[in-house]
């Protein structure tokens, strides 16, 4: 392991490509961090079609982070109250084993659940689902992707018949209108935002658009913000629709011939005139005209969004309705134009493709479906029925199953829910009532790992190979190029030999991560995301977007002589094409896309004059998730010291706050202090904070401790973007004990 390796970075789902090279190399000093550790090199690869170079400090620095606070050895205990003994594998897997068993057989097999994570590679997701939606007979798996694209996939798989953003990012270069809601994507995408950018600055006529409660820096750059409340997204999206279509504005032949429903849609959005449209988003009445304008006059529009569209009780709502958008005006399937959704995790669209949520099968297939079922039931060599029909828990479900004994094995990998789900102080007595909890991860400690029983090292990023996908569908071959620490294994090895001792040994016999692989592109053939072209040889040569079918298909070839009768194959299988769509052809059964006709219903818990505040959550720059890597890191650690509250001054001076104060922000779940920014970059009766830090990090300053779980019905994803608060000046003397508590509680002088 002495050469230079190309491999994906690992943390958001830009999926850009680096280069390392190991930290003594012929010649050159070696290289190290500020504490004198080896690192490896890390460099943007300019082979990479999605980033072309490009990286943020996070991919700069995730070198930093690998041999700090690791998980070396299994360790078990019997009740949460006693410490962790270091045991074998063999001792920590038996012991998992034999619980599987004794729930299965005592409370059934819906009685155990999984909840993973965009962090896993597409053999781990691959893997698990086999493992506990074929074998197991559960369909309890859910990841955190629930927490952060459930949303689109929804919003996808009702509009277009399947799921699959149909975009790529050399729209992002190609259009004449970007259209960005819900996304700070300077910040949180920032090498997709860069190439925007860049595009919009060359060409003048381009017009950026984008909508947030927030001046961040992605709004700085924008021809037009709109800073709208929280909750009135579906209002501003039916009013642009209205305008349009009193404008005559629309591809009238586009819909005739390519969508249904829209007569349905022409009668729900006659509601939303500009005016009422304006009053209710807290927006001047010529800057919604304005965004209707350069939508409407726009040959090319490519719409963007994030967290702040899917982390919604009317998540599913909002996607549709931003869809609506390019299907009155017929811009999708072409350069330049449709609807992308920025994913949130390195992964989270491999997990989608291998069918890592609680409602989905590998293939972009559906639990409901029954045909769909049965073709993998064939495929994995199960008995026909063994996959429930009934889709599984969702993350919050598997909560509310702790809470009345239904659950009765919780097995945990590579997320950290005692940080990121919402109404934090139910999810940890929840997790506290957990017979029995088995956490998987490469680092110790979390705060998940104290509700654990059994915990197991987990390989991570560098120290096993595998596959993800990015945004734009681009896989990418994220090779081994380091050793393993202490006795970690990688994830999908973990749950393979699980699988193995329970009796599975003929679905779990693979050599390594290539015979995964080989296995999961498979189960793609015919599907919209069609990988059988794909390979781990092909991989070493060039990163591969789907869709990318076999040229000259040896149907089943390397895995099974059970192969798929022709007729079950999807309809208008896809060709090798960086666009979904191109044709106007949709995975529907009339081909078709629909139409959806909502009204806004607003948030889930609106504001109150014991509440009167509306409270944001989001991402900063340099920080990933709830800090397992950034935290470890000194230059991070050195932008984002601590968490901190952003107030607009006239909120701030009625409640007596001024800029560094500390101030206590109650929810009608639980309460955090936080250091004041007084800001006029957010609306007034709007305040932010963001969501990184946990127990580990900083005293009571967790921002879920004041989300609700409120979900969207069709996605189950929690409205974290939005609660009712208040927020009051911590008194003088308190202050001070606060800030003394936070330097001895946090980790990050040890």
Same mark, same amino acid.
């Given at each position: 392991?002495?050469?230079?390796?190309?491999?994906?970075?690992?943390?958001?789902?830009?999926?850009?490509?680096?280069?390392?090279?190991?930290?003594?190399?012929?010649?050159?000093?070696?290289?190290?961090?500020?504490?004198?550790?080896?690192?490896?090199?890390?460099?943007?690869?300019?082979?990479?079609?999605?980033?072309?170079?490009?990286?943020?400090?996070?991919?700069?620095?995730?070198?930093?982070?690998?041999?700090?606070?690791?998980?070396?050895?299994?360790?078990?205990?019997?009740?949460?109250?006693?410490?962790?003994?270091? @045991?074998?594998?063999?001792?920590?897997?038996?012991?998992?084993?034999?619980?599987?068993?004794?729930?299965?057989?005592?409370?059934?097999?819906?009685?155990?659940?999984?909840?993973?994570?965009?962090?896993?590679?597409?053999?781990?997701?691959?893997?698990?689902?086999?493992?506990?939606?074929?074998?197991?007979?559960?369909?309890?798996?859910?990841?955190?992707?629930?927490?952060?694209?459930?949303?689109?996939?929804?919003?996808?798989?009702?509009?277009?018949?399947?799921?699959?953003?149909?975009?790529?990012?050399?729209?992002?270069?190609?259009?004449?209108?970007?259209?960005?809601?819900?996304?700070?994507?300077?910040?949180?995408?920032?090498?997709?935002?860069?190439?925007?950018?860049?595009?919009?600055?060359?060409?003048?006529?381009?017009?950026?658009?984008?909508?947030?409660?927030?001046?961040?820096?992605?709004?700085?750059?924008?021809?037009?913000?709109?800073?709208?409340?929280?909750?009135?997204?579906?209002?501003?999206?039916?009013?642009?629709?209205?305008?349009?279509?009193?404008?005559?504005?629309?591809?009238?032949?586009?819909?005739?011939?390519?969508?249904?429903?829209?007569?349905?849609?022409?009668?729900?959005?006659?509601?939303?005139?500009?005016?009422?449209?304006?009053?209710?988003?807290?927006?001047?009445?010529?800057?919604?005209?304005?965004?209707?304008?350069?939508?409407?006059?726009?040959?090319?529009?490519?719409?963007?969004?994030?967290?702040?569209?899917?982390?919604?009780?009317?998540?599913?709502?909002?996607?549709?309705?931003?869809?609506?958008?390019?299907?009155?005006?017929?811009?999708?399937?072409?350069?330049?134009?449709?609807?992308?959704?920025?994913?949130?995790?390195?992964?989270?669209?491999?997990?989608?493709?291998?069918?890592?949520?609680?409602?989905?099968?590998?293939?972009?297939?559906?639990?409901?479906?029954?045909?769909?079922?049965?073709?993998?039931?064939?495929?994995?060599?199960?008995?026909?029925?063994?996959?429930?029909?009934?889709?599984?828990?969702?993350?919050?479900?598997?909560?509310?199953?702790?809470?009345?004994?239904?659950?009765?094995?919780?097995?945990?990998?590579?997320?950290?829910?005692?940080?990121?789900?919402?109404?934090?102080?139910?999810?940890?007595?929840?997790?506290?009532?957990?017979?029995?909890?088995?956490?998987?991860?490469?680092?110790?400690?979390?705060?998940?790992?104290?509700?654990?029983?059994?915990?197991?090292?987990?390989?991570?990023?560098?120290?096993?190979?595998?596959?993800?996908?990015?945004?734009?569908?681009?896989?990418?071959?994220?090779?081994?190029?380091?050793?393993?620490?202490?006795?970690?294994?990688?994830?999908?090895?973990?749950?393979?030999?699980?699988?193995?001792?329970?009796?599975?040994?003929?679905?779990?016999?693979?050599?390594?991560?290539?015979?995964?692989?080989?296995?999961?592109?498979?189960?793609?053939?015919?599907?919209?995301?069609?990988?059988?072209?794909?390979?781990?040889?092909?991989?070493?040569?060039?990163?591969?977007?789907?869709?990318?079918?076999?040229?000259?298909?040896?149907?089943?070839?390397?895995?099974?002589?059970?192969?798929?009768?022709?007729?079950?194959?999807?309809?208008?299988?896809?060709?090798?094409?960086?666009?979904?769509?191109?044709?106007?052809?949709?995975?529907?059964?009339?081909?078709?896309?629909?139409?959806?006709?909502?009204?806004?219903?607003?948030?889930?818990?609106?504001?109150?004059?014991?509440?009167?505040?509306?409270?944001?959550?989001?991402?900063?720059?340099?920080?990933?998730?709830?800090?397992?890597?950034?935290?470890?890191?000194?230059?991070?650690?050195?932008?984002?010291?601590?968490?901190?509250?952003?107030?607009?001054?006239?909120?701030?001076?009625?409640?007596?706050?001024?800029?560094?104060?500390?101030?206590?922000?109650?929810?009608?779940?639980?309460?955090?202090?936080?250091?004041?920014?007084?800001?006029?970059?957010?609306?007034?009766?709007? @305040?932010?904070?963001?969501?990184?830090?946990?127990?580990?990090?900083?005293?009571?300053?967790?921002?879920?401790?004041?989300?609700?779980?409120?979900?969207?019905?069709?996605?189950?994803?929690?409205?974290?973007?939005?609660?009712?608060?208040?927020?009051?000046?911590?008194?003088?003397?308190?202050?001070?004990?606060?800030?003394?508590?936070?330097?001895?509680?946090?980790?990050?002088?040890?």
């Amino acid at each position: 392991m002495t050469n230079s390796t190309k491999t994906l970075c690992p943390y958001c789902g830009v999926g850009c490509g680096l280069e390392v090279t190991p930290p003594a190399q012929s010649g050159k000093a070696t290289h190290r961090d500020s504490e004198g550790t080896p690192i490896w090199r890390v460099r943007g690869d300019r082979d990479h079609p999605s980033s072309q170079g490009k990286v943020c400090v996070k991919g700069a620095t995730v070198s930093e982070s690998l041999d700090k606070n690791r998980l070396k050895y299994p360790m078990m205990r019997d009740s949460l109250d006693q410490p962790f003994q270091r @045991v074998s594998w063999d001792e920590a897997l038996d012991r998992i084993v034999l619980q599987l068993q004794t729930v299965r057989f005592t409370q059934g097999p819906e009685a155990i659940c999984m909840y993973g994570s965009g962090q896993f590679q597409t053999e781990d997701y691959y893997i698990a689902q086999k493992l506990l939606k074929g074998c197991l007979g559960t369909n309890n798996f859910d990841a955190n992707s629930r927490l952060c694209m459930s949303s689109a996939v929804s919003g996808y798989i009702q509009s277009f018949g399947s799921d699959g953003p149909p975009c790529c990012y050399e729209d992002l270069e190609q259009t004449d209108c970007a259209f960005l809601i819900g996304t700070n994507t300077a910040e949180c995408h920032p090498i997709v935002f860069n190439r925007l950018h860049k595009h919009c600055k060359k060409n003048r006529k381009v017009k950026m658009i984008v909508v947030d409660p927030r001046r961040t820096s992605t709004a700085e750059a924008a021809d037009l913000h709109l800073a709208i409340r929280p909750g009135t997204d579906i209002d501003l999206l039916n009013g642009i629709a209205h305008l349009l279509m009193r404008w005559g504005k629309i591809n009238t032949l586009f819909i005739d011939d390519c969508t249904r429903d829209f007569p349905l849609y022409a009668d729900i959005i006659r509601h939303y005139p500009p005016e009422l449209v304006a009053r209710k988003c807290g927006i001047r009445l010529d800057e919604l005209e304005k965004a209707a304008r350069y939508w409407g006059d726009a040959e090319r529009v490519l719409s963007l969004w994030s967290m702040g569209m899917n982390q919604s009780s009317e998540g599913t709502a909002k996607v549709r309705t931003l869809i609506n958008l390019h299907l009155m005006t017929g811009t999708l399937g072409r350069p330049g134009s449709g609807p992308f959704s920025l994913t949130g995790q390195p992964n989270a669209m491999g997990g989608r493709e291998a069918g890592g949520l609680a409602h989905i099968l590998p293939g972009y297939r559906l639990v409901k479906n029954p045909q769909h079922r049965a073709e993998l039931e064939q495929l994995w060599g199960l008995n026909p029925g063994q996959i429930s029909p009934e889709p599984g828990l969702t993350a919050w479900d598997m909560i509310l199953g702790l809470e009345t004994g239904a659950v009765g094995f919780l097995w945990i990998a590579a997320t950290n829910p005692a940080v990121s789900m919402p109404d934090l102080e139910r999810t940890k007595a929840a997790l506290k009532q957990s017979p029995f909890t088995v956490y998987q991860d490469a680092y110790y400690p979390t705060e998940t790992a104290a509700y654990a029983h059994v915990i197991l090292p987990a390989a991570q990023w560098s120290e096993k190979t595998g596959t993800m996908t990015n945004s734009e569908r681009v896989v990418t071959l994220c090779p081994q190029f380091r050793y393993r620490v202490g006795e970690s294994r990688a994830d999908w090895e973990i749950f393979a030999e699980v699988g193995r001792r329970l009796g599975f040994r003929q679905q779990f016999d693979f050599a390594d991560s290539a015979a995964v692989h080989r296995e999961f592109v498979q189960l793609t053939r015919g599907r919209v995301c069609d990988m059988t072209g794909i390979s781990y040889e092909q991989l070493q040569e060039a990163p591969i977007q789907w869709p990318h079918p076999e040229e000259n298909p040896d149907v089943g070839a390397g895995f099974t002589d059970k192969v798929l009768p022709t007729s079950n194959v999807t309809k208008s299988a896809p060709t090798n094409s960086k666009r979904l769509y191109t044709d106007w052809r949709f995975p529907t059964a009339d081909g078709r896309a629909k139409f959806a006709a909502y009204h806004s219903r607003g948030l889930a818990e609106p504001p109150d004059p014991n509440y009167p505040l509306v409270l944001t959550t989001g991402r900063l720059y340099g920080h990933w998730h709830t800090q397992t890597r950034t935290g470890r890191i000194p230059k991070i650690q050195q932008m984002h010291p601590q968490p901190f509250l952003e107030i607009h001054p006239r909120d701030a001076q009625k409640l007596g706050i001024e800029e560094g104060n500390w101030v206590e922000v109650r929810s009608r779940r639980g309460k955090s202090r936080f250091p004041a920014q007084v800001t006029k970059a957010i609306a007034p009766g709007t @305040v932010f904070v963001p969501m990184h830090w946990g127990a580990l990090w900083a005293a009571n300053s967790e921002a879920n401790a004041l989300t609700h779980p409120e979900s969207c019905p069709d996605s189950g994803q929690p409205e974290l973007k939005a609660c009712a608060v208040q927020v009051s000046l911590v008194p003088e003397s308190a202050e001070v004990l606060w800030e003394q508590e936070v330097e001895q509680q946090s980790i990050l002088g040890k």
